[in-house]
C-alpha cells in the first residue's frame, strides 16, 4: 500500500492505496453533456505511461523523428508536452489538497476539465500537486503530477493479486448496456437514457485498432452474435474483400485450448498488472488482442435471452427478462479517440501505408458511423 505526498512539504495528500491497471476509458470523452461516474475504484490508483496534460504541440510542430521516438507513428491532432507518469485517483481518495480558482479551466462546459493545467494545490505549503476533472462527458478524476508528488510505501495488508483462475471465479463482468445520466439529473431519473457502455466503446477502439494491425491487410472474421455486432460492421468496411479471411477468437482463463487454426486471439488484461493473458501452450502463434476483463467476461458467458414459446407456456423451470433488458436503437460504435490513440502508436504503422490511410480518413469513417 502506498500514499501519495507532497513533494515540497511532505503532507499526505492521499488515503492509502494500491496500484491497478490504467482503465482503457481514461482519457475517453464521451457523448454530450454525459454525467460519468468516476473512474478509478476507491482505494487503487493507476500510472500513465504516456504524457498527459497541457501544454500541447500540434502535430506540424513536432518533428516526425520526435514523435516516432515517443512512439508515435502517425499523425494526430495533437501531443501533450506534459510529464509521463501522472498518477490518476479517486477524488474522495484525496486528502489535505484546496482548488485553485483562477485555474478553473478555461474549456470546461459544466465543471472542471484540467485544460489551464494543475487546478489543486498543497493545503499545506500550495505547491500545485494535481488536476480535478469533473466536467461533463469527462470520467471524475483527479490526476497527481509525477513532478509534484512523491509514493511512500506505508503499512497494513496490500490487496491480494489474484490469479486469472480466482479473477473468474469471482465472477465479475461488464454490461454493454447501461443507463446514460445526463448533467443536472438525479440518478435514474426523467434524464437518462440507454447507450452502448462508454467502457465498451473504449475498450472496443483499442481492440479494433489492433485487430486491423493483426490483419495484415486481409479481411477478419469473429465469432458470431455479439463480438460480431461489437467488431464485423467496422472490420469490413475498413479492410479489403477478396484475400483469405484471417480469423480471430475469443480465447481466456476457463476456455478450452484457442481453436486450431485461428490467427488472432481475444483476451483478457489483468485488472491489477496490466499484462496480457497468454495461452500457456499456444499451437501455433497468433495475434493477442487486449480487452477490459470486465469485458471479456461478458463475451465469454453472454446470458442468452430465451425467446417466448409460440404456443403454450413457458416451462416453470425457465427464466427470463421479461420484459427484456432496453438497449439502445443505434447500431454499436468504438470510440474513435481511443481508437486513434492506440492505432497511431502500434509498431506496425510505419511497414503499412494502408493503416495510415485509415487514420488520416477517420473524419470520413466518423460521417459513415462506423466511430
Known amino acids: 500500500m502506498f500514499v501519495f505526498v507532497c513533494a515540497r512539504c511532505e503532507a499526505e495528500l492521499t488515503t492509502p492505496m494500491s496500484q491497478v491497471a490504467l482503465p482503457a476509458h481514461a482519457h475517453q470523452s464521451y457523448g454530450n453533456g454525459a454525467q460519468l461516474p468516476v473512474l478509478m475504484e476507491s482505494g487503487t490508483f493507476a500510472v500513465d505511461p504516456d504524457p498527459w496534460g497541457p501544454p500541447w504541440r500540434l502535430w506540424d510542430e513536432i518533428d ?5 521516438a515517443r512512439g508515435v507513428y502517425a499523425p494526430v491532432h495533437a501531443l501533450s508536452n506534459g510529464a509521463s507518469g501522472t498518477i490518476v485517483v479517486a477524488p474522495g481518495d484525496v486528502r489535505g489538497t484546496r482548488l485553485i480558482p483562477e485555474k478553473s479551466g478555461s474549456g470546461g462546459c459544466c465543471g472542471l476539465d484540467g485544460s489551464d493545467g ?43 493479486l489474484l490469479s486469472w483462475d480466482e479473477l473468474i471465479e469471482e465472477g465479475k463482468s461488464s454490461p454493454p448496456f447501461e443507463p446514460i445520466i445526463t448533467r443536472g439529473s438525479s440518478r435514474l431519473g426523467s434524464s437518462h437514457y440507454w447507450s452502448w457502455s462508454p467502457q465498451w466503446e473504449a475498450a472496443a477502439g483499442r481492440a479494433l485498432a489492433h485487430l486491423l494491425a493483426a490483419s495484415e491487410g486481409r479481411p477478419v472474421t469473429v465469432p458470431d452474435g455479439l463480438i460480431a455486432e461489437i467488431f464485423q460492421r467496422a472490420l469490413n468496411a475498413l479492410l479489403p474483400a477478396g484475400p483469405p479471411p484471417r ?5 481466456g482463463p476457463g476456455r478450452l485450448a484457442p481453436e486450431a487454426g ?10 491489477r498488472t496490466g499484462r496480457t493473458w497468454t495461452p500457456a501452450d499456444p499451437a501455433a502463434p497468433a495475434y493477442l488482442v487486449p480487452l477490459p476483463l470486465g469485458v471479456w467476461a461478458w463475451m465469454a458467458s453472454v446470458p442468452p435471452y430465451l425467446p417466448i414459446p409460440s404456443s403454450g407456456g413457458i416451462p416453470r423451470d425457465v427464466l427470463r427478462d421479461d420484459p427484456l433488458p432496453p ?3 443505434y447500431l454499436f460504435q468504438a470510440d474513435s479517440s481511443t481508437f486513434q490513440h492506440t492505432l497511431a502508436r502500434l509498431p506496425a504503422v510505419p511497414s503499412s501505408p494502408w493503416l495510415r490511410d485509415i487514420l488520416e480518413n477517420l473524419p470520413q469513417h466518423r460521417s459513415a458511423g462506423l466511430f
Open 327 to 329: 438497449r439502445p436503437a
Open 64 to 68: 516526425p523523428a520526435e514523435a516516432e
Open 118 to 160: 494543475p487546478n489543486m494545490a498543497c493545503l499545506a505549503c500550495g505547491l500545485a500537486v494535481a488536476s480535478r476533472i469533473d466536467d461533463c462527458s469527462l470520467w471524475q478524476a483527479v490526476w497527481l503530477f509525477p513532478d509534484a508528488v512523491r509514493r511512500v510505501p506505508v503499512g497494513g495488508a496490500g490487496v491480494m
Open 262 to 271: 485461428a490467427d488472432i486471439l481475444l483476451v483478457p488484461v489483468h485488472p
Open 247 to 251: 480469423r480471430a477468437v475469443l480465447a
